[in-house]
């Protein structure tokens, strides 16, 4: 299994933002109710595979690519925002990196850099607007 790697802006939002992303304004709409059971005989993504006409597919699936990189961009910034909290030494009930490294899945040396970088995104204010 591969490791994770801490999401960097593109250089497109760096050009135009300085070092923040662009984010969209809202999230592309879900097409179908996320609490339904999933049926594993079943291939529906998003209802992606009944749509016939191949614009309006690439459409949607591109506008569900950046939806979903735009949230894993994010989620990877508040991992690294809880890895600087969870290790950061004016806790009393902080963690090493080790243990953080153990929790998230992570190498010790990932675990520290996450850290470090939580530690750049707090200092700038988080991640929320």
């Known amino acids: 299994m591969s490791e994770p790697q801490p999401a960097r802006p593109s250089r497109e939002s760096r050009e135009t933002h300085g070092s923040r992303p662009d984010r969209p304004k809202r999230p592309a709409p879900l ?19 009944s749509m016939d006409d191949p614009r309006q597919l690439l459409a949607r699936a591109t506008e569900l690519e950046r939806a979903f990189r735009t949230a894993a961009d994010r989620a990877s910034e508040f991992q690294a925002i809880a890895a600087a909290q969870l290790t950061d030494p004016r806790r009393f009930d902080r963690i090493t990196p080790a243990d953080l490294a153990e929790q998230a899945g992570w190498t010790e040396d990932y675990a520290r850099k996450m850290a470090e970088w939580g530690q750049g995104l707090i200092a700038g204010g988080g991640v929320t607007p």
């Open 31 to 49: 097409l179908f109710e996320p609490g339904v059971p999933y049926d594993a005989g079943s291939d529906r993504f998003f209802e992606l595979e």
